[in-house]
């Protein structure tokens, strides 16, 4: 039988059997898998492992310093072996009282438009969602082939949502067995609003810190709050968070640590050709009204805009609080003051460097007591598109109907580099038909219809990757498509 | 009977009936009167009223927009007439739960190093206590002179804990009757930890207002908080409310609002006086350490850090508020970011040109989005020491072996320019000997020996302000000595 006529057979059986998949997608999502407070994180680890065995594969709960990983092994002697990275953790819901439309662990489902039904859940978009998904495409292929087309490793997270901090520890552990892969998938449907497929081919990099100051030795009250009045002898930590901050950036947007641009890089050769194409079909006014935006920075529009967004660094602050933040009036000088913040980096910035920069900064301009305090830090990272993987998704999307618009990157960050970077080397592809929303907020939603052509089109890969050529293992083709051993996620500066 | 014989006699009554009198303190603060929630204070006003006709007055509950005022006339024939200023509302104990050694309004005397015996309670020392313990102080009047020495007229509010709103409304419903006074007292334990007395002649003036930035046409998301990578093409309210911010204060502690200390008097004649006496006493080292400070604002010492809290005009931050404020990670572009800020005002500033500053400010450097939400404004308002009811307190302390060290002002807050001011233009006076303190925080407390000591300096008082001689009406004595009737609580410059 050719490959077309299995994929046709095994996209059949996905439609008749599809009211089974949706139940089995119900089931898993309605399970709660809150890793920020615990609830149902063991009972998800085992029946994920579940899945991995239900489609005849060896599996084990590995534990970390935080919750375990679901790893697992199906080896069906394909010459191609793909990591299949997850997670089956989901955000709290604990601040979203009161703002579903049905209780958010129901496994309800819903008509919201202009979509229709959709299956409204934590976690049912991000990513519990699809990963399941996933196990019913691969239970398909087994129905319909009895084998699956590509050697699968899987290692499914507990703590994304954490921010992936024991991972790579597990990673470290199971280097060897890793090491065997040639690419890594992350199944995660890229259809936006409009159903056009945005694919991205990496993220930037980010580090979220809290900036804190409080009052000693320079000044300030040091134990509580004091009566507001004293500020005329009593110097603030709130005002100097506030001068500090400023010393960051300025009003004009531009960021003013020292040599902070230096080593942001331009579109290189294959980005250029990427944004050649974006140039005609990226559409702004989606982005605008779907967050209620009245006006860009700096009145940029189209490809301007686009290049802003992949290409620019950011420090943004997600929030700042001090002292009294009630209703009416409560005079008191506070003794501490805090900004949450996130650096988002671009190719070739890094981490360390950034964190020093900064660092020698707050000491260079009076505010060596302002505490510093690293929660997590990821590299960028980035896969070319001409990588294997990205092309088999490519060729999916368009046996399926659908041109992709490729993004060089999003500009979110995730922690791909643990795969990127050394010692594993290897190139990822994100992907996936259909469409979901509202991650990490109240009513977070799957379109139901999406769900069938997410799993046909995951099929539809598992087949095209399957017969790519073999890549050179250890070698990874870096973002400028030259390939290298020594430095995969560095790219040569144009 | 001479006067010093009949206070003696007062003095040996309040002795007798201490016990007594302590009950009745407990009775009143023991009864909850929270005019942020309403909690009791239809019976506290009830109470208020009960007290002064205990003391042979008419008294009625005047109501306002917002809780009524407990207004009372008590006419004994005498040449001078004194209002009698308070408050029978206290703060809030929500947020202090737990915080407290024994309940909040359960009236218990407790051992508070190094003070000996305390009643603890919500408003034992701000207010009720004292305006309790006035009460206790003419009843012993009464019981040994027959009656009091002096007419009173009363005024006691219930939402000086909410920035005394609606007051305004019953001064100008009973503006004739408040014009028959020749000055105003308020009851209030003047003597610090270490049982200096230390008189206050006036406070500063207060603006009270909420800054806020929100997503507009300027700019960032107008609705909710979105994802913080987007913060690459869309802007932040709270930058941009860092900045506007930034532009009001500058990191070396200068006000860099336009013209801001255009009215900023120097000390007086008058105050330059008492000034001098005070470098010899001013107690820095008890401020730092009531206070919890390692250092003062640019290291200042003595009489220039006391003439620095006295004379500077402040703008403070009590608080400041946006996104995401709670403990890890969330990355969010918060759509709005508020600041609480408290501008002091010292002579001969005032609110309204304050205010049109700032918008001007704000406006000119480019923030007209900016939206400055005001919620109380308090003139300042001083009272000449010149002034015969000063100088009654003055003699009233020495009498009991106290010699008051004498500010020209608190640079907290007070409502009192309403007095002050057009068209009551009235002198007012703040004392009593005793000690208390955590006003506004868990274990408020009043030392009971020294509610013994201030119901007695009380009647001192009453009887050296009923002897001292009569001021013309409708003329004030300012705080440089010279006497006006057109514009009060201005101050000739210097």
């Given at each position: 039988?050719?490959?077309?006529?299995?994929?046709?057979?095994?996209?059949?059986?996905?439609?008749?059997?599809?009211?089974?998949?949706?139940?089995?997608?119900?089931?898993?999502?309605?399970?709660?898998?809150?890793?920020?407070?615990?609830?149902?994180?063991?009972?998800?680890?085992?029946?994920?492992?579940?899945?991995?065995?239900?489609?005849?594969?060896?599996?084990?709960?590995?534990?970390?310093?935080?919750?375990?990983?679901?790893?697992g092994e199906l080896n069906t002697g394909a010459k191609k072996t793909l990591i299949i990275y997850g997670m089956y953790d989901v955000q709290p819901v604990e601040e979203e009282k009161g703002m579903w439309l049905v209780p958010p662990f129901a496994g309800k489902i819903v008509n919201m438009k202009p979509f229709g039904k959709c299956l409204v859940n934590r976690g049912v978009y991000n990513t519990k969602g699809p990963l399941r998904a996933f196990f019913n495409a691969c239970q398909s292929i087994l129905a319909v082939a009895g084998k699956l087309p590509v050697n699968m490793i899987f290692a499914i997270e507990g703590e994304e949502e954490l921010g992936s901090a024991h991972?790579?520890?597990?990673?470290?552990?199971?280097?060897?067995?890793?090491?065997?892969?040639?690419?890594?998938?992350?199944?995660?449907?890229?259809?936006?609003?409009?159903?056009?497929?945005?694919?991205?081919?990496?993220?930037?990099?980010?580090?979220?810190?809290?900036?804190?100051?409080?009052?000693?030795?320079?000044?300030?009250?040091?134990?509580?709050?004091?009566?507001?009045?004293?500020?005329?002898?009593?110097?603030?930590?709130?005002?100097?968070?506030?001068?500090?901050?400023?010393?960051?950036k300025s009003a004009d947007g531009k960021i003013t640590i020292e040599n902070f641009y230096e080593n942001v890089s331009p579109p290189n050769e294959e980005e250029a050709q990427l944004l050649k194409k974006l140039e005609k079909t990226f559409d702004e006014e989606a982005i605008r009204k779907e967050h209620d935006v009245l006006r860009f920075t700096e009145d940029l529009h189209g490809i301007e805009l686009l290049k802003r967004y992949l290409y620019a660094p950011i420090i943004n602050i997600d929030g700042i609080t001090a002292g009294y933040t009630g209703e009416g009036t409560k005079t008191v000088l506070p003794h501490t003051a805090k900004a949450k913040i996130d650096i988002r980096l671009?190719?070739?910035?890094?981490?360390?460097?950034?964190?020093?920069?900064?660092?020698?900064?707050?000491?260079?301009?009076?505010?060596?007591?302002?505490?510093?305090?690293?929660h997590d830090c990821y590299q960028w990272a980035?896969?070319?598109?001409?990588?294997?993987?990205?092309?088999?998704?490519?060729?999916?999307?368009?046996?399926?109907?659908?041109?992709?618009?490729?993004?060089?990157?999003?500009?979110?960050?995730?922690?791909?580099?643990?795969?990127?970077?050394?010692?594993?080397?290897?190139?990822?592809?994100?992907?996936?038909?259909?469409?979901?929303?509202?991650?990490?907020?109240?009513?977070?939603?799957?379109?139901?219809?999406?769900?069938?052509?997410?799993?046909?089109?995951?099929?539809?890969?598992?087949?095209?990757?399957?017969?790519?050529?073999?890549?050179?293992?250890?070698?990874?083709?870096?973002?400028?498509?030259?390939?290298?051993?020594s430095l995969p996620t560095q790219r040569l500066p144009l």
């Open positions: 039988m050719k490959t077309q006529q299995v994929l046709k057979k095994i996209h059949n059986h996905i439609s008749r059997h599809f009211n089974q998949h949706l139940k089995q997608i119900q089931e898993y999502v309605r399970q709660p898998s809150i890793s920020a407070d615990g609830t149902g994180m063991k009972e998800t680890a085992e029946m994920t492992r579940g899945l991995i065995e239900n489609i005849g594969g060896a599996s084990k709960i590995v534990p970390t310093d935080g919750w375990p990983v679901v790893y991972f790579p520890q597990f990673v470290q552990k199971y280097e060897k067995e890793l090491k065997k892969a040639d690419a890594v998938f992350f199944p995660l449907p890229q259809q936006n609003v409009k159903g056009k497929v945005v694919m991205t081919l990496g993220v930037k990099g980010i580090i979220y810190m809290d900036l804190i100051c409080k009052g000693g030795k320079w000044g300030g009250p040091t134990k509580r709050g004091i009566h507001s009045s004293f500020h005329a002898m009593v110097d603030s930590p709130v005002w100097r968070l506030i001068w500090a901050l400023n010393t960051l671009v190719p070739q910035m890094r981490t360390d460097e950034i964190i020093n920069k900064l660092k020698k900064h707050l000491r260079k301009k009076g505010y060596p007591d302002i505490k510093v305090k690293i980035q896969t070319s598109v001409k990588e294997e993987c990205v092309q088999a998704m490519i060729r999916a999307y368009k046996q399926h109907g659908h041109e992709p618009e490729i993004w060089p990157r999003l500009a979110g960050s995730a922690p791909f580099y643990i795969f990127n970077q050394p010692p594993l080397n290897l190139p990822f592809v994100i992907g996936g038909l259909g469409h979901g929303g509202k991650m990490h907020s109240p009513n977070e939603y799957f379109v139901v219809e999406g769900i069938k052509n997410n799993e046909k089109s995951i099929v539809t890969f598992l087949y095209e990757y399957a017969k790519s050529r073999k890549r050179k293992k250890g070698r990874i083709r870096n973002a400028a498509g030259k390939s290298t051993s």
